[in-house]
């Protein structure tokens, strides 16, 4: 039984931090490309980092400098480290994992407030 199941997620102030962690199960997770994604409210899910089986990483242009996505496949595990944290960066998070099918978790809550 494929499974993602993201936790970090909460309540922070601006300019603070938090981590997010991905952990997968019942897939070949060092075959998968990963990514995060957020959504607002009412809105489509965007792609905010992807870092591929082979380790490459790329970020949506407005959380470059502030967040770097990894993983490591010996514990089935990818990551996403937010620093500088804005009001703006306040959405529901969810991982994706990418190849001989399509993985979402069921996302985090990060709100930036205060």
């Known amino acids: 039984q494929e499974n993602l199941v993201e936790s970090g997620g909460g309540l922070v102030q601006p300019g603070g931090s938090l981590r997010l962690d991905c952990v997968a199960s019942?897939?070949?997770?060092?075959?998968?490309?990963m990514a995060w994604y957020r959504q607002y409210p009412e809105k489509f899910r965007e792609m905010v980092a992807i870092i591929t089986s082979g380790g490459s990483t790329d970020y949506e242009d407005s959380v470059k400098g502030r967040f770097t996505t990894s993983r490591d496949n010996a514990k089935s595990t990818v990551s996403l480290q937010m620093n500088n944290l804005l009001p703006n960066d306040t959405a529901v998070y969810y991982c994706?994992?990418?190849?001989?099918?399509?993985?979402w978790g069921q996302g985090t809550q990060v709100t930036v407030s205060g």
């Open positions: 019942g897939i070949a997770f060092a075959s998968y490309d």
């Open positions: 994706k994992a990418d190849f001989t099918a399509v993985y």
